[in-house]
């Protein structure tokens, strides 16, 4: 029962109602700043869309097709559980995974599975403008958030230990970390900075298909 109200919410006909700026955040702020932008799914490459589900499939903690906001903020609940994090820092990564997942499509009634994809590109292109315009990416406040509770010793950065901590935290093999470590140390330092972290996670999940950041995540596309 709990499956078909969701469902119904967000479905009419038995085909998925689709996008637009009265059931998606990054689609109304998007009008609002006088960007027509619109998805166009023959643009995707079929490994891009491969890695866009496999990583709705991991969310979808209950798999009905429907990724609810409880479902996502299961996975802070899981970075307290394996951090030496405050309750502070626990609730700032809850607030960034909402605001971030509210643009990116999770609303009242959660995101169904066959409109995460434009979701997430309309999503992209919402962040694409926030640049152009000079204004504080999403992207970039989600990782910071998680920055601050993998940064465990508080040195200022985060070494191949301290992201192990995330890929067990994600259920990901902890051999990705070696794989996103390499990725996303830029400049060899041996430890990952901020803007590093962002700048990985922009590239693999926000811009066009690139066969270079397959398996960074330790999966295969």
Not at 6 to 29: D, F, M, P, Q
Not at 39 to 52: H, I, N, S
């Amino acid at each position: 029962k709990q499956w078909y109200q969701r469902r119904v919410a967000i479905t009419a006909g038995g085909k998925s109602v689709g996008l637009n700026v009265h059931n998606n955040e990054s689609y109304k702020w998007l009008r609002s700043v006088g960007n027509n932008w619109q998805y166009d799914v023959k643009t995707m490459d079929p490994k891009m869309l491969a890695r866009l589900y496999k990583r709705f499939d991991t969310f979808d903690l209950d798999t009905d097709g429907v990724m609810m906001m409880d479902e996502i903020l299961y996975w802070p609940e899981r970075m307290r559980e394996l951090c030496n994090a405050s309750d502070e820092q626990i609730k700032s990564m809850q607030d960034a995974v909402q605001k971030f997942f509210v643009m990116k499509g999770v609303g009242p009634d959660g995101c169904a599975r066959e409109n995460w994809v434009e979701a997430n590109r309309v999503f992209a292109e919402a962040e694409r403008e926030r640049a152009r315009r000079g204004e504080p990416s999403l992207i970039a406040l989600l990782s910071n958030a998680y920055y601050d509770v993998l940064d465990d010793d508080g040195d200022g950065t985060v070494s191949l230990e301290e992201l192990k901590t995330m890929m067990k935290a994600f259920d990901v093999p902890q051999e990705a970390a070696y794989t996103f470590f390499e990725k996303a140390d830029t400049d060899k330092s041996g430890k990952l900075e901020r803007n590093e972290l962002v700048h990985l996670f922009r590239k693999f999940w926000m811009e066009p298909y690139d066969p270079q950041w397959d398996g960074v995540y330790a999966f295969k596309y």
